[in-house]
Nanobody, 124 residues
Framework: VQLQASGGGLVQAGGSLRLSCAAS????????MGWFRQAPGKAREFVGA????????NYADSVKGRFTISRDNAKNTVYLQMNSLKPEDTAVYYC??????????????????WGQGTQVTVSS
């Protein structure tokens, strides 16, 4: 499966952005999907994940209550709605797909498929 992330940009603290991840090549519903991010000089970290059906989600504590992952399998697209953004959310955001690992088992070192990343910059 090929993944293409988009929607990043520059936003002020407290603002919102919605990232999209479009998939091609295979039916998206067979994959659990995750979002990860990597800030300059830091390791890539887990942001959140959603099951193939969209019925369950898992979030990192740092974004819980502010970020929401959703998916539209008919459009082969996954979304990351980011609200109440903080400067520390500044990073390159990546979408990822895995048909074997669950939403609690996806990690930056074990996910199989990656998108190319989109830059999110939050100014203070």
């Amino acid at each position: 499966v090929q993944l293409q992330a988009s929607g990043g940009g520059l936003v002020q603290a407290g603002g919102s952005l919605r990232l999209s991840c479009a998939a091609s090549g295979r039916t998206l519903s067979r994959y659990n999907m995750g979002w990860f991010r990597q800030a300059p000089g830091k390791a890539r970290e887990f942001v959140g994940a959603i099951t193939g059906s969209g019925g369950s989600t898992n979030y990192a504590d740092s974004v819980k209550g502010r970020f929401t992952i959703s998916r539209d399998n008919a459009k082969n697209t996954v979304y990351l709605q980011m609200n109440s953004l903080k400067p520390e959310d500044t990073a390159v955001y990546y979408c990822a797909a895995d048909e074997w690992r669950g939403i609690y088992g996806m990690g930056p070192r074990n996910v199989i498929y990656w998108g190319q990343g989109t830059q999110v910059t939050v100014s203070s």
